[in-house]
Each structure stands twice: as structure tokens, then as C-alpha cells.
């Protein structure tokens, strides 16, 4: 949804997975319309919005989902 | 050396493959599920789907899926392929083998398996249609939401 698989930004240590979506909303504001529908995982397990972040954590944010 | 039961491939799906995986000598019963690429949808006649998946999340969520499935079936084997890339009218998208010693539960386990991947497995259909292509979007992908697991299960008795 950003134009790129992947992207790299620097967060407060302890930051939320929340704090990492609220930050590329403020860069992406077409992420806005997700924000209710969005779900995430940190690397590469399932996570809740409030899961804090460590350094070099992998963040995953997906959209509604559509397999089968 | 991965799980052969379950898997994310760019190959084309093979019922006979995968339903094999999962039969052995104390089954009386294999239940199969193909999900095909389907020529319309919501009006719009279809040209074909790319899929796209978070592959290692996929995966693992196929294995909870199988877990989740365990614990309501326990004789049940269960495999779960699912296809990505382009994948063009009538093609199989996805495979699920349900094997057990009796039919009741082989087909309750391959009915939750679907039902559970539309719901929680980090895949998206890209529809491509005569006139235009659309993301299609479903469910919030939340293993976690009691409520989505009980409709599933409900679908299933």
C-alpha cells in the first residue's frame, strides 16, 4: 500500500505497533481508511495492536484478508 | 525441511498430491476442498486472480488452523495448499485433504479449514476484470476473535 514491500523507520524504544501504524498514517494518510480494519504481526507471528516493538523488529500490517 | 502439508507455492495444485499426504492405512475417509478461479464475480465478468500471500505467516496460520482443527477432530490429518501468483479461470487457487478413520469428521475438519482461511490466513485475491482490476478485502485477519472461530465452527455442524 506504500509503493514498496518493505520500509524502515525509527520508533521511541517500547513504542506500540499502534505507535509504528499512527506514524505511517501521518506519511500515508490513504492508510487512514484502514486503520479499523488493519491487523499485524511482528515478525512473522501474529500481534495485537498493542504489542510493544523492540529494535529491529519486522512489522507486518495487512489489510482484509482474501485467500481461498 | 518444511511441512508437506502445508504450503504456499506458485505451482500448479494437485488434489491427488495433497490428499495423499494426509491419507494413510487407518483412513476410511478423505474429504477434499478445491477452491477454483471462478469467471464472475459481483457482476463484473472475471479475467483471472493474482494472489499475493505473506507467505511465512501463511503458513503458520495454515499450522494453527490444523491445530485448532485438532482440537475438535483429533483423527482428523489435515493439509492445506494454497496457490499464489496469476491463476487463470477454472484453475485451483487452494487444496484441502481432511483424512480420517470416518467421513463425519474428514468432512467437518475440511469445512473449518476454508472457512478458517478466509478469515484469518494473510492472503489477497487482485481481481482482474473486463474493464479494470480491484484488491478484493474481507475479513480483518484476527486468530484471536473468539466470535469469527464460532461462525466457523458453525459452518461445520
Redesign the interface.
Known amino acids: 500500500m506504500a509503493g514498496a514491500p518493505e520500509i524502515t523507520r525509527t520508533l521511541p524504544e517500547g513504542s506500540s505497533v499502534r505507535a509504528a501504524w499512527d506514524s505511517l498514517v501521518g506519511e500515508f494518510p490513504g492508510f487512514e481508511d484502514y486503520t479499523r480494519a488493519v491487523s499485524c504481526a511482528v515478525n512473522e507471528e501474529y500481534a495485537r495492536m498493542t504489542t510493544p516493538l523492540s529494535d529491529g523488529d519486522d512489522v507486518a500490517f495487512l489489510p482484509p484478508v482474501s485467500g481461498g | 525441511m518444511s511441512d508437506p502439508r502445508f504450503r504456499v507455492t506458485s505451482d500448479p495444485l494437485d488434489v491427488t498430491t495433497v490428499s495423499s499426504i494426509v491419507s494413510s492405512a487407518d483412513c476410511g475417509a478423505v474429504a477434499t476442498f478445491v ?1 477454483l478461479v471462478r469467471n464472475e464475480n459481483g457482476g463484473r465478468r472475471v479475467l483471472w486472480l493474482e ?1 499475493e ?2 507467505e ?3 503458513v ?2 495454515f499450522v494453527r488452523i490444523d491445530e485448532e482443527a485438532g482440537e475438535r477432530w483429533p483423527s482428523v490429518g489435515l493439509a492445506i495448499h ?1 496457490r499464489v501468483g496469476r491463476i487463470a479461470i477454472g484453475d485451483a ?2 487444496v484441502i485433504a481432511a483424512a480420517s478413520p470416518h467421513r463425519a469428521e474428514a468432512f467437518a475438519a475440511c469445512r473449518y479449514a ?1 472457512e478458517r ?9 487482485h481481481e482482474h476484470f473486463e474493464g479494470g482490476e480491484i ?10 476473535d473468539e466470535d469469527a472461530r464460532r461462525i466457523a465452527f458453525g459452518q461445520c455442524t
Open positions: 477452491g494472489y500471500a505473506y511465512p505467516l501463511a503458520k496460520s494454497h487457487s487452494v476454508i482461511i478466509k478469515q484469518i490466513a494473510p492472503i489477497w485475491k484488491w478484493i478485502e474481507g475479513a480483518t485477519a484476527d486468530p484471536m
